[in-house]
């Protein structure tokens, strides 16, 4: 009995084992095609949609002039533009205020009751509702520049209180995983404390930064309700960030939509340059082609940065 | 040239922790001094006051004295900067910087203490540290490849070559071989009695026999028990302290380990 135990035991047990392994391959392998299931569905939906309208004329025209479905048929321009001017301006503002918080937290407190609490308070910062955001940033600038003060600077504004809490978290990280023994060794050298941070702690680690602020900004480009609130739209393309509404592309995209379809008279239908009707989900979709194919940009961007530059790849 | 060091009643603390107690003892100059003992004795942490890498743990001080030519590194107008220059340390691990090439780690103490070098003044010496690190033949090819290219030995000459090229008068070393190979850590070796010339040498080992073979004068160092602070046992002439120990326990150490 023991000894038939012993032998037949262990063939058993490798044969359920071998069972359970492709049981298990299979599960994952079903369930990673599960996940991606809605990325392709997104992406195809958004191409077919919008290669319609997604031409060079599209891309090059502003919505000045434009008529419900008639020709001239209009373009994205201004929110393009609108979007990259804010975003980069939220950038500007978030990348510093962020790095530096990092930079305190790593390398300054050393678990202090404040880097506690400003840990607590970039967690309840990560919550904050995109909405909340908007309304805070067009509030408080109206209560200093008087009412109905919307611009590109709020939205910039409104959307680097979303992207501050993103940024520190991920320069943390970036920051902690430089060795402490390289720090030790530019102490060794004489360096001061200061010049080891920026030659050494930030150049090992601004590969991984730079990565975390591209992954950052592509979280935020296409945040809508903020932007809606804080900076508004306009037909024209206005490149003044302080100086009146300011389109960006997921404004540009909802406003499209919440028009609905535009009405044509059989006339116009037969013109040259025929009134289209469904015109506006046209563009709302082509204008949604244009805002995936920036993030995919920058999320390609920051993982060839992150892959080419990071220090194990050398 | 190499300077002596004087430690005289030296107390280490980290935090409320008294580490290392009551150290007295004279490095001399253009000499290896090795510091033996089991772990967890407080030999890293006596190395690291000696050019004031201790204070950078956070809450870790020390009390006494640290003479180089008769000047405290301790007192009050020292520049932390100077000491450390003067001082070089070689690190356990081999560390060179990840971002920087062969050429940029040698000359890496320089550029970050903010002194420009003509190219030429740049090339001797990177040169002359990579030759005396011993390493100058295996890389002079390839100055601009990566630093962490090199294997474990290169990488821990890299080290010694980026500490020598700062021109200190001692170079401190915690187990510089600990990490390596029997053949990279006779390379080491070598080196190091090579480097005696130029610079006083104090070394942390792990292994009696290295200290036997390259050094000059060793120190014991052990602790009583478990949080009492560790003391210097016996400091003498490595032939004498090896063959002929005053102390009981450091005759039981050395025996323990070669018997
Ligand atoms: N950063 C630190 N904070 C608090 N205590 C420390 C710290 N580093 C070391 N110690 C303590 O100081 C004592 C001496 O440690 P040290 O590292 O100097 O020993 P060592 O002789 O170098 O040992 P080893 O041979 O294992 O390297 C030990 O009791 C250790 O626990
Ligand atoms: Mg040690």
């Known amino acids: ?314 | 040239m190499g300077q002596g060091l004087e430690v005289i009643n030296e107390n280490i603390y980290y935090g409320a922790f008294h580490a290392v107690e009551n150290v007295t003892m004279s490095i001399h100059k253009n000499a290896i001094t090795a510091l033996i003992g089991p772990s967890g004795c407080g030999k890293s942490t006596f190395l690291r006051t000696l050019n004031r890498m201790h204070e950078v743990t956070p809450k870790a001080y020390c009390t006494g004295e640290v003479l180089l030519d008769g000047v405290n590194l301790y007192g009050k107008d020292i520049n932390l900067v100077d000491v450390r220059r003067q001082i070089g340390m070689v690190f356990q691990k081999a560390n060179p910087f990840p971002t920087m090439s062969i050429r940029d780690n040698v000359l890496a103490g320089i550029r970050l203490n903010h002194k420009r070098l003509s190219k030429t003044e740049a090339d001797d010496l990177v040169e002359w540290a990579l030759q005396g690190a011993n390493l100058w033949n295996e890389v002079r090819d390839k100055l601009s490849s990566p630093g962490i290219a090199l294997s474990g030995g290169q990488q821990q000459r890299l080290c010694i070559a980026r500490a020598v090229a700062m021109h200190p008068s001692v170079l401190l070393m915690d187990e510089p071989t600990s990490a390596l190979d029997p053949i990279s850590t006779l390379a080491i070796e070598d080196l190091i009695t090579e480097l005696k010339k130029e610079f006083t040498i104090v070394i942390v080992t792990h292994n009696m026999q290295q200290a036997a073979r390259c050094s000059d004068y060793t120190g014991f160092f052990n602790v009583q028990g478990n949080g009492k602070p560790s003391h210097l046992v016996e400091f003498n002439q490595t032939e004498q302290l090896f063959s002929n120990p005053l102390q009981r326990e450091t005759d039981d150490y050395i025996s323990g380990h070669f018997g």
């Open chain 1, 1 to 314: 009995m023991q000894r038939n135990g012993l032998i037949t035991s262990p063939i058993r047990s490798l044969r359920s084992r071998q069972y359970h392994d492709h049981a298990m391959t299979i599960l994952i392998y079903s369930t990673a095609c599960l996940a991606l299931l809605p990325l392709i569905a997104i992406l195809w939906s958004t191409i077919s949609h919008g290669s319609t309208r997604f031409d060079w004329y599209f891309l090059t025209h502003n919505m000045k002039g434009v008529v419900g479905g008639l020709y001239p048929y209009g373009g994205v321009l201004n929110a393009i533009l609108g979007t990259l001017l804010i975003t980069i301006t939220a950038t500007l503002i978030s990348v510093p205020i962020g790095l530096f918080t990092a930079i305190y937290m790593v390398e300054y407190a050393h678990g202090g009751v404040i880097s506690t609490m400003i840990s607590f308070l970039v967690d309840v910062m990560s919550g904050i509702p995109s909405i909340v955001a908007g309304l805070f940033a067009y509030a408080l600038f109206s209560f200093f520049f008087g009412p109905g003060c919307i611009n590109g600077f709020v939205g910039a504004v409104a959307l680097s209180i979303l992207m501050i809490p993103t940024v520190i978290r991920s320069c943390e990280q970036m920051l902690d995983i430089v060795p402490r023994d390289l720090r030790e060794a530019s102490y060794a050298l004489g360096a001061t404390k200061s010049r080891t941070i920026i030659n050494i702690v930030l150049r090992s680690s601004l590969p991984g930064i730079v990565s975390g602020v591209l992954l950052a900004i592509a979280r935020v480009i296409g945040e809508t309700a903020p932007l809606l609130i804080a900076s508004g739209s306009v037909s024209f393309t206005n490149l003044n960030l302080f100086n009146g509404r300011m389109s960006s592309l997921p404004v540009y995209v909802y406003n499209q939509y919440a028009e609905g379809m535009a009405v044509c008279s059989a006339s116009a239908r037969a013109a040259v340059h025929p009134c289209i009707p469904g015109i506006r989900m046209e563009r709302a979709w082509a204008a949604a082609l244009v805002l995936i194919l920036i993030v995919l940009f920058l999320n390609l961007i920051g993982r060839f940065i992150s892959h080419r530059f990071s220090v194990s790849h050398l």
